[in-house]
């Protein structure tokens, strides 16, 4: 019987019931503040794990892993983001068993703190170096987290067999692994774009007075305080362009209503912990006093605004923002166009 018949049948419930099923289990990758990962061990077997464990029949893999985060650590805590989904062969346990593995954290200090092992399946709980987490896990389960943590660099989902990832995996494929399987020819269009690297895409608008000062934002949701040039991500999936979403932000973050002049430069950021990004930087124009009384910021994303030399955005901007910065505004000084930088640099 197949699934549509059997949805429509009078005996649904009684057919899916006598189906075999692989087991399936919700898996947290905890982090606290310093990016350490959660690591348990069980009092019921030896070596370490993850937080989490089997679904009940109710249960969709995200509920489980809740209730078994309170169970086992006493924390009611939020599940996030899906990083990878891994099946472990029947052979290892009896029976197939799909993991779905999620983001939650980081932990707050007074989370860690409240840790506390409620039902007695744990005995320990401690956080750990990503590696070194990866290396003192269970060889089949370090796979697993390799992959996540690599899906969750990446902003993507991991999918894994055995631990391993598969071809069409949107991340944990190794560079060489992709390449290898793009140049066999093997794989079909859907896989090959769900393996090509991503990039981040923002736009931003340079406002000057034209003696070497540009006006630069703080937003309220950074961590480390550091200001930013006006601008924000571009809504590619909307079909949103560079320019449009330069000049949305515009008016969005500022209140500016204007046209956007040339684009000065695009600027590559290599991947670190984070997709690549580019920045399309434009030419908003020389601003006047009466335009800058007029700047209304959102409340909720910016709490201020300054205008400020290359020397005076030091120390507020990250280091390559003030070389993005800098190449900018000589380059409106110089009449220039179409820069290409590299985290800031002119190539």
């Known amino acids: 019987m197949d699934e549509e018949t059997a949805q429509t049948g009078a005996d649904a419930r009684a057919y899916y019931a006598q189906v075999p099923a692989p087991m399936v289990c919700g898996t947290a990758l905890v982090t606290d503040a310093e990016g350490r990962i959660l690591v348990v061990e069980p009092s019921y077997k030896p070596g370490l794990d993850l937080p989490g464990g089997l679904v009940l029949d109710q249960e969709s893999p995200r509920q489980g892993l809740a209730r078994e985060l309170v169970e086992e650590l006493g924390l009611n ?141 703080r937003p309220t949701y950074r961590q480390d305080g550091r200001w930013l040039l006006p601008g924000g991500g571009i809504d590619s999936d909307t079909g949103e362009t560079p320019r449009a979403a330069a000049q949305r932000e515009l008016r969005e973050e500022l209140g500016f209503e204007r046209p956007l002049g040339s684009l000065l430069a695009t600027d590559w950021s290599p991947p670190a912990d984070r997709p690549a990004m580019v920045a399309f930087v434009y030419d908003g124009g020389p601003v006047t006093a009466a335009e800058l009384d007029a700047v209304r910021l959102p409340p909720g994303e910016l709490d201020a605004w300054r205008m400020v030399t290359v020397e005076e955005s030091r120390g507020l901007l990250l280091d390559p923002l003030v070389d993005r910065l800098a190449a900018c505004l000589d380059a409106v000084a110089a009449g220039a166009r179409g820069l290409e930088l590299v985290r800031g640099l002119p190539v």
């Open 77 to 217: 805590l939020e599940v996030g983001r899906l990083l990878a989904v891994d099946t472990t062969p029947a052979a290892v346990h009896g029976r197939a068993l799909v993991a779905h593995v999620h983001a939650v954290g980081p932990l707050t200090a007074a989370q860690v703190a409240d840790i506390r092992f409620a039902d007695g399946e744990l005995s320990s709980a401690s956080f750990l170096p990503p590696a070194e987490a990866v290396r003192r896990l269970p060889e089949r389960l370090g796979r697993r987290v390799r992959g996540a943590l690599e899906a969750m660099a990446a902003g993507s989902i991991a999918y894994l067999d055995d631990g391993r990832p598969q071809p069409g995996s949107p991340a944990g494929l190794p560079a060489e692994e992709r390449i290898r399987l793009e140049e066999s020819g093997t794989i079909g269009r859907d896989a090959h774009l769900a393996m090509r690297p991503k990039a981040l895409t923002s736009a931003n608008v340079l406002l000057h007075d034209g003696r070497g000062r540009a006006l630069i934002v």
